[in-house]
Each structure stands twice: as C-alpha cells, then as structure tokens.
C-alpha cells in the first residue's frame, strides 16, 4: 500500500522542504491543493500557486517523487 500526504500551501520554497521532509519520513508522494482562495483555521489567506508548476518544482527537489495526472 502506497501512502500520501497533502502539503496546504504557503511560499514555495517552504512547500518544497514540506515534500523533502516527507520522503525523508517515508510518504509515497504529495498532494498540492487546486483553488483560487482557501483560508488556514484562523481565516488567514493561504497562498496558492498553480499544482502542476509547484508539484514541477517538488519533483525537482525530491529523489523518488513520481508526477501523475
């Protein structure tokens, strides 16, 4: 069974190191989220930028990630 985790945004650079962190600890692969606009629990504006640039830039960072569509 292969295993996934959902990285909720924020800067790039910051999401990049959340998917190395989660190869390190042995996740199968990351999920980036797709909206205009989404809010963390205190109602802050969470920065989105478009999935398939950012999961690009998390596959150029990480060794064993793998893209699919």
């Known amino acids: 069974m292969r295993y996934g985790i959902v990285i909720p945004g ?3 650079a910051a999401q990049c190191e959340m998917a190395q962190a989660a190869e390190a600890a042995g996740w ?3 999920f980036v989220p797709d909206g ?3 809010q963390d629990f ?4 969470v920065a989105l930028f478009d999935p ?9 960072w990480t060794n064993r990630d793998k893209l699919r569509s």
């Open 52 to 60: 398939w640039v950012m999961l690009s830039a998390i596959a150029s």
């Open 36 to 38: 205009i606009a989404i």
């Open 10 to 12: 924020g800067k790039p």
């Open 42 to 45: 205190s109602g802050k504006p």
């Open 28 to 30: 199968d692969g990351v």
